[in-house]
Each structure stands twice: as C-alpha cells, then as structure tokens.
C-alpha cells in the first residue's frame, strides 16, 4: 500500500527539507509501520539527504495545503514549526498528526528512482487525524497529477482537474480552497509556456 505522507530530512549543514513522500507500506490492523520503503527521485534533495545521513522522519498529516506547496516545489511560507526529532537527526513537523523517525537499512539507486528500505525507531501522535473528506482527497489526487506536467497530456490532467475542482467547491476549506488555486495556477502557468520549456518536476 502506498501512503501519502511528508518527509523531512536535513542537509549536512542542518537545512531543513520538507517533501512529499508516498512510502510502501504493509497495511493490516494494528499497522506499525516498523519498516517501508521510500523512492525518491536521484535528482532531488531528499534522495541525497537520505544516502548522507541516512535518517530522517515521515509525517502522516491531513495538510493538504502543506502537501500541495512541497508537490510543486512552490515556497513554504512560514516554514511550519518543527523540533528536533527524539532519535535520529531530523525535525518533526509539530502539526503533523503521527510520525515515525527512521533509519535506512539499505539502498538501491541503481535507477531514476533510488529505493531506500527503512525501519521507524521512534513514534508519536501529535494530534488526532482531521477524517476523512472528499475535497482533502480530491487535493491530494491534484498534486499528485501536477506533478506528472510533461509526462501526461495537459488535456488530460485538465479535465481532471475540472472534476477535483467539483469535489473542492462542493466539501473543501479554506485550506482546502487554498491548496487547490496554487495547484491550478502551477497547471495554468505549465500551459502558457512553449512545450520546449515545459516546467521541470520539482526536486524535493
């Protein structure tokens, strides 16, 4: 199963790095998540955090906004408040709903995508999990298509969006509302440009 969730790791000089992250993760009851596995992309930040330090903390969080903002590479502002994590040498975003710090026990970057095997060596829950909502979902389904600008055709990422935009309208927040006008206007933005110049993914 995968989960999406927001990694943190730090650099060597402790700059703190904040991304969208689906981890592999066993589902079942009474889920631990004792290890998962993570694929960052080679090009981005997290993928080298991770073989630097090995460590760092996944977060499950119902932030879509959040979620949205590190899935374009748009800026965080204000960066959400974190602490240094209990067990490994990371932050744990304070608004995050659970967390689990790790360390990776193997790596196989053979690929675009690099394949880290963790283990979680420490836990918390910080608040309870907002529930479920069809305009946090529809968010999460719309950064996940922005950042597939230039792997997919516009139009078809385009008319699903014009469906999420239903979804938001009809269930969402304001953080919800919010989430999904940075994620249209990236989309906007990708189309006014001459395809040669299409936007990179960003390299969270």
Do not use: W
Not at 66 to 73: K, M
Not at 119 to 134: M, P
Not at 141 to 164: C, M, S, Y
């Amino acid at each position: 199963m995968i989960l999406e969730g927001i990694v943190t790791t730090l650099s060597p000089d402790g700059l703190l790095n904040i991304a969208p992250m689906g981890p592999s993760v066993e589902s079942g009851p009474g889920l631990e998540f004792a290890r998962f596995a993570l694929r960052p992309f080679r090009s981005s930040i997290t993928y080298r955090n991770l073989k630097e330090s090995g460590e760092g903390v996944l977060h499950v969080t119902d932030d879509v906004l959040l979620l949205a903002q590190t899935a374009i590479g748009s800026a965080v502002d204000p960066i959400p408040e974190s602490r240094p994590a209990d067990a490994v040498r990371g932050r744990i975003l304070l608004d995050a709903c659970r967390y689990y710090e790790f360390r990776v026990l193997s790596m196989d970057d053979a690929g675009d995508r690099a394949t880290f095997q963790v283990e979680s060596i420490a836990r918390g829950q910080l608040r309870d999990f907002f529930g479920f909502n069809r305009a946090k979902h529809a968010v999460v389904e719309a950064a996940i298509l922005a950042t597939r600008v230039g792997l997919i055709p516009a139009h078809t990422i385009q008319e699903e969006f014009r469906k999420l935009q239903v979804l938001v309208d009809k269930t969402g927040g304001a953080a919800e509302h919010a989430a999904f006008s940075l994620l249209k206007r990236f989309l906007d933005d990708a189309a006014a440009r001459p395809k040669a110049a299409e936007p990179e993914l960003p390299k969270s």
